[in-house]
């Protein structure tokens, strides 16, 4: 779902700084307000727990297994914003430290998984939880997979259309809705349910726990 | 120069994790915190290094009681901080600087010191860590790190060194480098560990926490590592099967010098 | 490596260089930048180029395919547009991997002592984890003898997980402890300089002070 350098092209992904900016100044004045002097120790915390749940591997439905996106997780556990910069730092980090790429899509990246990611998350849990809270869960983890799934095919698809010559011959992504769409969602709904199920796991696991022994 | 007083302390709903620790240390005493892990002896550092409140009873630094008020007062807690510091059990927690001289050099900048950059090169150099200086401190190995993160509390030439579990990672020459360098520092040094051996280097009294936090002995080291009972209840020592050329038997000890436990079996 | 207030430089030239290259649209200018980049970055530059080359080799491989028999298929196949867009890709791919291995970005986020803190504190962790994580796949493969089952690569999954969060957590409460322990939430900025040292810190010195000074003692278990 992570778009690599080089197929977005400068109207998308200059716009997507500019809301991203918008967003992240959103999520640190929040941040501010909530917490102290825990800030940034837990935000360092939470951007390597973020890279380090990207580590695991999920097993998918049909036998074969794909990187955990954890969003779900750290939306449910510490809130958006917290999710939201710690994605963002996830996704500067892989790229400018480790140099894994994807600075130009950074800004829809993050907006797409770390943003509406954990947006998705929160809002459906708070919706179902009244019915079954377990079933919440993994919906709103299932949900935190499909939406930024949906929103990545969406910001490549309309490549095409958004940057092309004027024989119509693409300048960056070539492929339009009709192979994004079907190609990107269509796995995502399978990833989705490893993902529901690791966060339903780890949901027990975090509910039971003290976080911390002295 | 560090007085305790009937000590309780716990988290918002869980078990007393200091329960009655009373404690009294002069200036420039070695005292070595002994007990199992989960006994209280990283809180209590933590308490002494005013991070953590008690519930009830009092901590005097200096005559002087550490209350949540006077660490609010800016001139009396940079003193504190610069005369009292702690080593964290795990140094990861300590390191959050871009390089090594940074992080030596960080406590006497942000304490105000003027000589800050001519400490850090100092404490570089004694402990051997000036070919890594412009390093990032994650990148190090666990020994280094711990190095680093001692290296960064000593910068502060402060009076009182607190050391939770100090050589836990630290390879033998490096550990006898800090035995030697705490023996013969003229500081307050209070040190957590249960690892008898490391004990006996620094000992010259020791107070054993048992589980719950709850003091059990305070005196000198020698008549607690020669008493079973009192080692037994702390958790201390253990029993397990030993083999010397082909014949095996089983005996309560402790894992230290021979010589510590030999005389008492 | 590049220090000090340079690193920074670096990473906003890096930027501006990432911008500018898809501001092109001409494979001949595409290729020519990527030799100056080529030519620039010195003797690493074929460990460069094969790291680039290897990033972004699948990837490319099965987009420029897809698209060959896309377009083909169409009647649309433009062999400018394949060249246009490996070199762009493989270009900021170099470009990339250039600044990396050039620039540490800890020493780039000297600009804001927060941002610094933050990054130094995440990479540590990361490497922590990275290293915890290898070890629990190792473990996992050798108690397998055979292929195991959903539900238990299901459970290891949560386990690194769970792990992972437990960590993270105690190690954000035991961080801001050992940040405060050396007086950094503290302003001491309105005192007189300390009896046994002179003047305050150095300038630019990575000093970061809460918002509220006010919470600096409010120690909260998490």
Same mark, same amino acid.
């Given at each position: 779902?992570? /778009? ?157 259309? /958004? ?15 009709? /192979? ?5 969602? /269509? ?28 | ?265 | ?30 290729? *020519? ?30 987009? $420029? ?46 600009? $804001?002592?927060?941002? $610094?803190?933050?990054?130094?504190? *995440? ?49 954000? *409460?035991?961080? *801001?402890?050992?940040?405060? $322990? ?41």
């Amino acid at each position: 779902m992570h /778009i690599p350098d080089g197929f977005l092209s400068p109207q998308t992904y200059l716009p997507a700084y500019a809301a991203a900016g918008l967003a992240w100044a959103w999520a640190a004045r929040g941040l501010r307000r909530t917490l102290d002097e825990e800030t940034v120790p837990r935000l360092a915390a939470m951007t390597a727990l973020a890279y380090g749940l990207g580590l695991v591997m999920v097993p998918i439905p049909g036998g074969t297994s794909g990187h955990a996106l954890g969003v779900a997780m750290l939306a449910l556990l510490f809130g958006v914003r917290l999710a939201f910069l710690a994605y963002s730092l996830v996704l500067a980090l892989q790229s400018l430290l480790f140099g894994a790429g994807g600075i130009t899509a950074l800004a829809v990246n993050a907006l797409a998984m770390g943003l509406c990611g954990s947006l998705a998350a929160l809002l459906t849990y708070r919706l179902l939880r009244r019915m079954n809270e377990t079933a919440a869960v993994a919906i709103a983890a299932w949900c935190s997979v499909l939406l930024p799934g949906l929103l990545v095919a969406l910001a490549l698809g309309a490549q095409p259309s /958004i940057a092309h010559r004027e024989d119509g011959t693409p300048l960056f992504f070539p492929f339009g809705f009709a /192979i994004t769409l079907p190609a990107v969602v /269509i796995p995502h709904l399978f990833i989705g349910a490893g993902e529901a199920v690791l966060t339903v796991l780890v949901w027990r696991f975090a509910r039971a726990r003290k976080w911390c022994s002295a | 120069m560090i007085e305790l007083t009937d000590i309780h302390f716990a988290w918002p709903d869980a078990p007393a994790i200091l329960d009655g620790v009373s404690l009294s240390v002069r200036e420039g005493e070695k005292l070595v915190l002994l007990g199992a892990n989960g006994s209280g002896k990283s809180t209590l550092l933590k308490l002494l290094n005013g991070l953590v409140q008690p519930q009830s009873g009092a901590y005097r630094y200096g005559g002087e009681e550490v209350t949540p008020a006077r660490l609010k007062s800016g001139e009396w807690t940079r003193r504190f901080r610069s005369e009292v510091v702690l080593l964290f059990q795990h140094p990861e927690a300590m390191l959050f600087n871009p390089t090594v001289r940074d992080e030596i050099a960080y406590g006497p900048r942000q304490l105000g010191f003027a000589d800050a950059e001519a400490r850090a090169e100092r404490w570089l150099a004694a402990l051997g860590l000036t070919p890594l200086a412009d390093k990032a401190p994650f990148a190090l190995s666990g020994g280094q790190k711990q190095k680093v993160a001692l290296a960064a509390i000593l910068s502060l030439d402060p009076r009182v060194l607190l050391l939770d579990e100090p050589v836990s990672s630290l390879d033998p020459r490096a550990s006898g480098w800090l035995v030697d360098f705490l023996l013969d520092c003229g500081k307050t040094v209070v040190v957590s560990t249960h690892n008898l051996s490391m004990a006996t280097e620094l000992g010259e009294r020791c107070l054993v926490l048992g589980e719950g936090g709850r003091p059990l002995y305070d005196g000198p080291l020698p008549e607690a590592l020669h008493d079973r009972a009192l080692l037994e209840s702390a958790n201390l020592v253990h029993r397990h099967r030993h083999r010397h050329d082909g014949d095996t038997h089983a005996y309560m000890h402790a894992h230290t010098h021979a010589h510590d436990w030999e005389s008492s079996r | 490596m590049v220090l000090g207030v340079k690193a920074t430089h670096w990473l906003f030239a890096y930027l501006a260089a990432v911008v500018a290259v898809t501001l092109l649209h001409e494979p001949w200018l595409l290729a *020519a930048l990527l030799a100056v980049a080529f030519i620039a970055s010195g003797l690493s530059r074929l460990k460069i180029l094969r790291r680039a080359v290897l990033a972004i080799l699948t990837f490319n491989l099965t987009l $420029s395919l897809g698209y060959a028999m896309v377009a083909a298929w169409q009647g649309n196949f433009s062999a400018h547009y394949l060249l246009l867009v490996n070199l762009r890709v493989l270009l900021l791919a170099y470009l990339g991997f250039w600044f990396v291995s050039r620039v540490n970005l800890i020493e780039a986020c000297r600009f $804001s002592p927060t941002l $610094s803190f933050v990054v130094t504190l *995440a990479a540590g962790q990361i490497e922590a984890f990275s290293r915890a994580l290898r070890d629990f796949r190792l473990a996992f493969v050798s108690r397998n003898a055979a292929a195991p089952p959903l539900s238990a690569r299901a459970r290891h999954a949560a386990a690194q997980a769970g792990h992972l969060l437990d960590k993270s957590v105690c190690m954000a *409460a035991e961080t *801001a402890l050992a940040m405060r $322990s050396r007086g950094c939430f503290d302003d001491y900025s309105n005192l007189p300089p300390p009896v046994c040292g002179r003047g305050a810190g150095r300038e630019g010195s990575p000093v970061w002070r809460p918002r509220r000074p006010d919470t600096a003692t409010a120690y909260k278990k998490p």
